[in-house]
């Protein structure tokens, strides 16, 4: 919903700080998953996902958040998808050009960003989107992708 | 009998050793000239004669020319096609890349198609959306954005690889170009982004229109602190408005041109509204050129092309030099 959305923006301060603790737990929950299997969690988690997202950011479960990177705006709306927003199209009353009823996501995260603790990671460049990954649990794939970054990095210890 | 060996599309020049292509318009701004580029007309015709047409609107006055690529989602003759005529007879011309219209497949094949026929030059655009254009119910593919591409090509160029990690056997050597909007919102965070496309791989900067010369300032200002300006030749905008009305219209209507009061009031109260608009272009190209930090201007006169030499020439930004043209002595 998109006054929620807004909301999300303004307060991505706090929300923010409660995700980077529930990436830790995800994380922490890797032995869990893995025990019960990936695959198998899979749906479930989705559909969780996609409730708890789709209600908070207007989520378009793409499978490759971007939020923290994006003070808590949701690149998917963005009508042209631009992960590196905004365009040049944007409104003086900061507007969207295709949308106008609707305020630019881009101009929503930049003004996010600055709340949130790590106000510099919307300056890094983003990927182009990877869309086999639509419609994929992104918090699987974070608790994942943490789980065997660790893992490199404890094999590069012990070398 | 055709020996293939012999065809050397545009006839290259040889590249220099610290330059990423072998076009004359990288070479013009790296040997610290004032550069000027200028838009071509959007051409809805199969002849390239027509190109040479417009292309000729230019010869002496500019260092590269934009060929656009579906402007304002319309359709037109294809920017691949249009440098690649002109490349033939030795221009620079500059190939704008929508990422409106192609997915990350058919652009990797138009960058290698493109450099194969002596383009040396591209912008990558995301690009208007389709609302704005004559076929508002076509499919906007946005698989990329302007930033993502610019990876992709550099990437291309500099590692012989295309996205997917496969080599390329020759990689295109191209000067590689960006847009930047210093006057939209949010506008503190407009050379953040620009450092954003710099990272990427941009090596120069095309502007939107700048009608407010202070605005514009704040933003090279902020750019310089940010190093922005030693990393990338930065070309700003310009082009001639036709009258107030105009004006109005493109205020109102076009989203991201911001136009102050004070120029539209100055094209209202003068007689010739089109050579007052053409007056004030000539008076933001001077007083970009005295701006630190600019390496050029690039000239878009829509529906104005036939002006532009004109307007440069009263600006003198060019001094004595002219550039290069095909048949120039």
Known sequence: ?159 | MLDHDKIHPGNPLPQKDDHLSCGRFEQVLREGHFAVTAELAPLDSSLATDVYEQARLFDGFVDGMNATDGSGAHCHMSSVAMCATLANVGYSPIMQISCRDKNRIAIQGDVLGAAAMGVSNMLCLSGDGVQVGDHPEAKPVFDLDSMSLLEIIRGMRDKSKFLSGRKITSAPQVFLGAASNPTAPPIHYRPDRLAKKIAAGADFIQTQYIYDIAQFKTFMAKSRDLGLVDKCFILAGVGPLASARTANWIRTNVPGIDIPDVVVDRLAGSENQKLEGQKICIELIQQLHEIEGVSGVHVMAYRQEAAVADIIKKSGVLGDRKPWYPGIE
């Open chain 1, 1 to 159: 919903m998109y006054s929620v959305r807004q909301w999300s923006v303004t307060n991505s301060k706090h929300l923010g700080k409660f995700y980077n603790l529930f990436e830790l737990a995800l994380f922490k929950l890797h032995p869990v998953f893995k025990a019960i299997g990936y695959d198998r969690l899979e749906k479930p988690v989705r559909v969780i996902e996609h409730a708890v997202k789709g209600f908070l950011f207007d989520c378009q479960m793409c499978g490759q958040c971007a939020l923290s990177s994006t003070g808590l705006s949701c690149p998917m709306n963005c009508p042209k998808n631009l992960r590196n927003g905004p365009c040049g199209g944007v409104r003086l009353d900061g507007h969207c050009e295709v949308k106008p009823e609707m305020r630019c996501v881009w101009v929503e995260a930049w003004r996010g960003s600055a709340l949130m603790e790590d106000s510099n990671a919307i300056r890094q460049v983003q990927v182009a989107v990877d869309f086999s990954l639509k419609g994929s649990s992104s918090w699987l794939r974070v608790s994942r992708e943490n789980a065997a970054a660790k893992a490199l990095l404890d094999q590069a210890g012990e070398v």
